[in-house]
């Protein structure tokens, strides 16, 4: 009888509600999982390259497996979740509770206690999947909102591992979250982390506030390690993507194909509440009204991927959407029929996301309310020309890291139109010296960055 030695266990385990995969059908029709390039990926593959790591997560499917899959160097381990669990846990008290409370712009949390049991359920079998997998004294690093109890069921299983937990949306003024029921239950879970991580350091005082306020006998030295971490994108990547032949050529499809307007606008998101999408379509009506544009010389460019379609508030929003985009379409005609909103609702592939950074004069990045906003730091490292305007909402994390772009309160939609009529008349010196030093920054300021310091801290909590 032979033996074959088992491979060692990981050593670093990352665990996120999805896993990093995109589906495509080969030939045959046939499915075949890709490891999908998101900026955590890019952060992460150095320290997870090779047989040292593992990453835990939801394959987006129903197919009951957990069989380990092995991607380009990632070992991915899927956890197996029923269309019930995604209903409660995923649209229910992830998406339908936390999300709303976490970002704060006026969606009330809704609440269900079948919610909150599967949120304890999906929660458990998480840290049971990672508990199998994580070598002795390893480190599991936590991502988001979906799973914020992990950390603490990994600690009750695992004393030797290290924990770390990253907060990606906001954490809002503290007496909000403490409203929530389960507002204990969720800080307690982090409370067992070495480090806890956040985009912004009002983010971590809030988080303080919160615990102090739900448990006024915490001492400072017996909170987790808080600090800020805030994340950013692979940007010599993008920076690279953006300037090949395909990206370019599409770039010029795509003007030929709105003929060639004078200023293009330009707004990429997810189709979420926070983004302020509304906001931004009703500033680009008022610029419209104004006379500063007509829909000849502008077009106002709407990328907006579909996201969370059975939850209702998001149906609200589309609907929303759609009801602005005919109004404004309808209101101002062009001359060759294009409309003045250009409203792509889709997926994009990377090639022509890119190829809309690349064409784009200005760019609107408008959220109500933000962890941070990769598309504002993607959209820089695309331009190699320097040319281009970033409008952004002072309520992303963002904003405080890109103080050269035009800066709004995106609440105030006339105060939008301003800043678009701002960015119509800026100094073509102006604009360049503005996008060097936003692409110098997050050129410096990269994913990597991002998690050698987490990672780092991690680490050093660890041993004190
Ligand atoms: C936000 C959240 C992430 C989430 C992503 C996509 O960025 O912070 O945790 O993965 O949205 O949302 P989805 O619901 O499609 O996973």
Not at 318 to 342: C, K, L, Q
Not at 415 to 428: F, P, S
Request: include cysteine; charged fraction near 20%; aromatic fraction near 8%.
């Amino acid at each position: 009888m032979s033996l074959t030695p088992s491979p060692p266990l990981p050593k670093l385990v990352v665990v996120s509600n999805r896993l990093p995969i995109a589906y495509r059908e080969d030939s045959t029709g046939a499915t075949i999982p890709r490891l999908s390039p998101g900026g955590l990926v890019a952060a992460l593959a150095p320290a997870l390259a090779g047989s040292g790591a593992a990453w835990v997560g939801w394959d987006g499917t129903f197919s009951g497996s957990e069989e380990p899959l092995d991607l380009e160097g990632f070992s991915l381990q899927p956890v197996s979740l029923t269309q019930a669990q995604i209903t409660n846990h995923y649209e229910g008290l992830s998406n339908s509770t936390l999300w709303p409370l976490f970002h704060n712009v006026g969606v009330n949390p809704e609440y269900s206690e079948a919610w909150w049991a599967d949120y304890l359920q999906v929660n458990r079998l998480f840290a049971q999947r990672v508990c199998n997998v994580v070598a002795e004294d390893g480190t599991v690093f936590v991502q988001d909102y979906q799973l914020m109890l992990v950390p603490e069921f990994v600690r009750s299983l695992r004393p030797d591992v290290a924990i770390g937990y990253f907060h990606h949306i906001p954490f809002p003024d503290a007496t909000h979250v403490a409203g929530f029921e389960h507002a204990a239950e969720l800080l307690e879970g982090l409370g067992a982390c070495d480090v806890v991580g956040f985009q912004r350091q009002s983010d971590v005082d809030h988080f303080r506030a919160c615990l102090q306020e739900l448990n006024p006998s915490v001492e400072g030295t017996s909170l987790p390690h808080s600090a800020a971490y805030p994340i950013s994108i692979d940007s010599a990547a993008v920076s690279t993507a953006a300037s090949q032949p395909m990206v370019l050529a599409k770039a010029q499809e795509y003007a030929t194909s709105w003929g060639n307007p004078e200023w293009v606008f330009l707004g990429v998101d997810r189709l979420d509440y926070t983004k302020g999408i509304t906001q931004r379509l009703l500033a680009f009506e008022e610029l419209l009204a104004s006379g500063a544009v007509s829909a000849d010389t502008a077009v106002f460019v709407q990328a907006g991927s579909p996201s969370r379609e059975n939850v209702a508030r998001y149906q609200q929003l589309s609907a929303e959407i759609d009801a602005i985009i005919e109004r404004v379409n309808t209101t101002f005609p062009s001359v060759t029929g294009r409309p003045a909103i250009v409203y792509l609702r889709e997926n994009l592939p990377r090639t022509d996301m890119l190829a809309l950074f690349v064409v784009a004069d200005v760019m609107v990045v408008s959220s109500l309310a933000d962890g941070m906003n990769l598309v504002a730091k993607e959209f820089v490292a695309a331009r190699h020309n320097d040319t281009g305007v970033l409008i952004l909402s002072t309520h992303a994390g963002a904003a405080e890291q890109m103080p050269e772009a035009l800066l709004v309160d995106s609440f105030v939609v006339s105060d939008i139109t301003k800043v678009m009529q701002e960015a119509l008349i800026m100094e073509k010196g102006e604009t360049a010296r503005r996008m060097k030093q936003l692409r110098a920054d997050v050129a410096i300021h990269d994913v990597a960055e991002w998690a050698t310091t987490i990672l780092g801290d991690l680490s050093q909590a660890r041993k004190a």
